[in-house]
């Protein structure tokens, strides 16, 4: 069982930049591929980012490509995903997930889902 904790969401401006973190425990951390996704009120969940268990590869939704950045820090047995630029169309629960059939914009591609952290971009 991976247990799976959120982190760094707030209240922010647009325009502005935020840090999300994910703290995993209960498996070895590096044999994961790890996402990131967000569902914003009245709408389904929606893929954001994801990395796999090397790190050698990432990937992007067009929502948030080119002014995103997911990382992880195995030593922390931690992921993260910066968000610069914010839009009020960020807003959203950010969820971290983990898996071990590749970094897939697939929710189903995900056996483990943290609780959510949750992001207001508001002027």
């Known amino acids: 069982q991976v247990r799976l904790v959120e982190s760094g969401g707030g209240l922010v401006q647009p325009g502005g930049s935020l840090r999300l973190s994910c703290a995993a425990s209960?498996?070895?951390?590096?044999?994961?591929?790890m996402g990131w996704f967000r569902q914003a009120p009245g709408k389904v969940r929606e893929y954001v980012a994801s990395i796999t268990w090397s790190g050698g590869s990432k990937y992007y939704s067009d929502s948030v490509k080119g002014r995103s950045a997911i990382s992880r820090d195995d030593a922390k047995s931690t992921v993260y995903l910066q968000i610069d630029n914010l839009k009020i169309e960020d807003t959203a629960i950010y969820y971290c997930?983990?898996?071990?059939?590749?970094?897939?914009?697939?929710?189903?591609?995900?056996?483990?889902w943290g609780r959510g952290t949750q992001v207001t971009v508001t002027s």
């Open positions: 997930s983990a898996g071990t059939r590749g970094a897939t914009p697939n929710p189903r591609g995900y056996d483990y």
């Open positions: 209960g498996r070895t951390f590096s044999e994961l591929d």
